[in-house]
């Protein structure tokens, strides 16, 4: 009797899932064009439910716990040149009561924007020192993700006042103080970094 062939984008199923899990179940489309997954492979596997599409060019293998943050992994790990900042960088220290409906991303100056269909993306170029300064690394989801800390996220707020709103920035400074108990050292010396520093010494002078 003639054997039954597989049906075509499903023979090599199991190598490319091997593939995916030594990767952390997630990858790119030319990163797993690269490794050896073939492009039909990869849209046959997604047509079947076997992975699932986080958003242009990036594919996690569905049998995978949801991810806790989503979001955020996803813009991590598509725009790994960019910071999280601001309202995204504030929820994620828990130094802030607004929820952000967009991930606020710094880039360096002069960088291409991001190209993004989902999540919506808000973008702010920030200059070499003020972008470099105060970056953290944290694994979200198995995925390192960069972001700026606490401290740095405060003053940024301030230097962004007139986008965010100044209650956004006050709010930011008190909760930073009441519940990182953070240095004001460290604040003002980001602070002269980000040339905000006469803007908020009277707001940090004011809340010790």
Known sequence: MARRSKPHGQERFGEAVATFRKHGGMLRTMEAIRLGVHP????????????????????????????????????ALRVPDG??????????????????HEVYLALKRGAEPPRLDHPPVRAFWFGE???????ETHQLDGVPV????????VVDCF??????GLETAIEALKLYLR???????ELMRLARVCRVEKVMQPYVEALL
């Open 179 to 185: 519940r990182k108990r953070g240095s004001p050292n």
């Open 146 to 153: 960069r972001v700026y800390g606490a401290a740095k996220t």
């Open 159 to 164: 230097k962004y006042r007139n986008k965010l």
């Open 83 to 100: 910071v999280l900042c601001l309202i995204s960088a504030l929820s994620f220290h828990e130094i802030t009561t607004q929820i952000p």
């Open 40 to 75: 039909r492979t990869l849209y046959a596997m997604r047509d079947a439910g076997v992975l699932e599409r986080l958003g242009r060019g990036l594919y996690r293998l569905a049998d995978l716990p949801p991810l806790g943050d989503p979001d955020l992994v996803s813009v």
């Open 129 to 135: 020192r003020a972008f470099s300064e105060g970056i």
